[in-house]
């Protein structure tokens, strides 16, 4: 009888986590949940638990504890509460595989300890190499853990050079879709609202990744974790706008020769390669038909206009703390955005401001990344609020 593999979804009740459950659903002769987790969506996080029966459920939100506690104690499942638990529950010696699906830098904290306590990780989770990806990368060596990416982009990379690892990357090329607002002057975006930036073209995604991806704040940060996925040079790293999404990355080797990596804009799919792997596992995802496309087209990004991913190559090229800076600024100008206290080009100013004024750390520690993070989530809200 095959062993199967005991998961830990951090962040279940989110886009990635939901088709995450999808995919064991698919699999359930492979996969074993053992642990889900969520920060406020309780209702969902009970109706998943009810369904798949983990070991163990977190709730981040501790107003939320009682009730998820009262519906779940019948069950014998266990319940925990709060970002302490969230953090050490990772390391949970049953668990084979941590899928951190969790937005923005919240993931940071339970990516470590799970690395710590040698988990192989599917990392969902951007910003965690974003924000201290010098740190991450070399504890996962020091620990002997696999990082799998599950990003669309980060994953047709490593499917390219599955195979490829003892020949030289010369380049990668990241494709991006543009976004809703491709082609449109910073005339035009001016007048932009939150409901038409939430309009992905190709993508069904969370609020947050939806906006990030309509500013090419997105591409940015895949650029920053793309560098430490896979021991890149900024100069490594190219972005091309592939508005059709088919083609999810590019590799280029030293001969000149190029791998990539195609399909149907479907998430189901990565995530279930970094979940199976070293196995291709069989899926019923619909099937990409050229016939349908028959003509591919690409583009130079606009950096003139969508300023954050030029920003993102000027914190990778700055190194120590920038990236940092970067991202604590874009989750406060996001939010401000989704709040509409602050207009879609605006994002940028504030993105740029706070990369200029926050004291510049070479060799951060994880308590400079949390000092970081603190101080230029004030330093955002200043601006914005001036």
């Not at 995450?20 to 002769?29: F, I, T």
């Not at 319940?79 to 595989?97: F, H, N, P, R």
């Not at 306590?117 to 996962?140: D, Q, R, Y």
Request: charge should be negative; hydrophobic fraction near 45%; proline fraction near 4%.
């Amino acid at each position: 009888m095959i062993e199967k593999k005991n998961i830990a979804i951090l962040g279940s009740t989110g886009s990635i986590g939901t088709q995450a459950l999808d995919v064991v659903r698919l699999h359930a002769d492979k996969f074993q949940i053992e642990v889900l987790t969520a920060q406020n969506n309780a209702d969902l996080l009970i109706e998943q638990a009810a369904e798949f029966k983990p070991n163990t459920v977190v709730i981040g939100n501790e107003d939320l504890y009682d009730q998820v506690q009262s519906a779940l104690d019948p069950l014998d499942i266990k319940v925990y509460c709060g970002e302490k638990a969230l953090a050490s529950i990772a390391e949970m010696d049953t668990v084979d595989l941590v899928l951190t699906a969790l937005v923005g830098y919240a993931g940071l904290k339970p990516t470590i300890k799970a690395i710590e306590a040698g988990k192989n990780i599917a990392l969902a989770n951007k910003e965690t190499l974003v924000v201290a990806g010098e740190l991450i990368t070399e504890l996962a060596r020091n620990k002997g853990v696999n990082i799998y990416p599950v990003d669309s982009e980060h994953s047709a990379i490593f499917q390219c050079i599955v195979g490829e690892f003892h020949n030289p990357i010369e380049k990668i090329i990241l494709t991006a879709s543009g976004g809703p607002f491709r082609g449109k002057s910073k005339q035009e975006l001016l007048a932009v609202t939150k409901a038409q930036a939430l309009k992905h073209p190709n993508w069904d995604m969370g609020a947050k990744i939806t906006i990030d991806s309509a500013s090419l704040m997105n591409k940015g940060l895949e650029v920053i974790e793309a560098k430490w996925l896979f021991g890149l040079n900024t100069n490594q790293i190219d972005v091309i706008v592939h508005p059709q999404s088919i083609i999810h990355s590019i590799v280029q080797f030293e001969d000149g020769s190029m791998k990539a990596q195609m399909g149907l804009p479907d998430m189901k799919l990565p995530i279930q390669y970094a979940m199976g792997y070293p196995e291709r596992l069989k899926s019923n995802f619909p099937r990409f038909n050229f016939l349908d496309y028959p003509a591919l087209t690409f583009e130079q990004p606009d950096i003139k206009t969508f300023r954050n991913l030029q920003l993102a190559f000027d914190a990778l090229k700055a190194g120590g703390n920038v990236p940092c800076v970067l991202n604590a600024a874009n989750e406060v100008a996001v939010a401000s955005f989704l709040k509409d206290e602050i207009g879609f080009l605006e994002m940028s100013d504030v993105v740029e401001q706070c990369m200029a004024e926050i004291d510049f750390i070479k060799k951060p520690t994880y308590e400079d990344y949390v000092s970081t993070d603190t101080q230029t989530r004030i330093k955002a809200k200043e601006i914005i609020n001036k």
